[in-house]
């Protein structure tokens, strides 16, 4: 509950400030995501290496947009910076 309280009113001032929406649970957009649902997206994101190589799996076009809107460490987290 206190990650979900820190991290949805940034998600949502972000994309209030972008004027974008992500889409919710029955793909409809919303400025106003829950956290729980975020997390849920993410899910089946994984960190592969090989060879010493780090990857990141089923980082696809919904997660990479969604991603966006939170700042540079979790960008970094996720090998985009």
């Given at each position: 509950?206190?990650?979900?309280?820190?991290?949805q009113?940034s998600?949502r001032q972000?994309l209030?400030?972008?004027?974008?929406?992500?889409?919710?649970?029955?793909?409809?957009?919303?400025?106003k995501?829950?956290?729980?649902?975020?997390?849920?997206?993410?899910?089946?994101?994984?960190?592969?290496t090989v060879?010493?190589?780090?990857?990141?799996?089923n980082?696809?076009r919904?997660?990479?947009w969604?991603i966006?809107f939170f700042?540079?460490?979790?960008?970094?987290?996720?090998?985009?910076s």
């Amino acid at each position: 509950m206190f990650v979900y309280s820190l991290g949805q009113p940034s998600l949502r001032q972000a994309l209030e400030r972008a004027k974008q929406t992500i889409d919710n649970q029955v793909s409809k957009p919303t400025a106003k995501p829950t956290m729980r649902w975020v997390f849920h997206c993410f899910m089946s994101i994984h960190l592969l290496t090989v060879n010493g190589v780090k990857q990141i799996t089923n980082l696809n076009r919904e997660r990479l947009w969604i991603i966006q809107f939170f700042g540079a460490p979790c960008r970094k987290y996720y090998l985009l910076s």
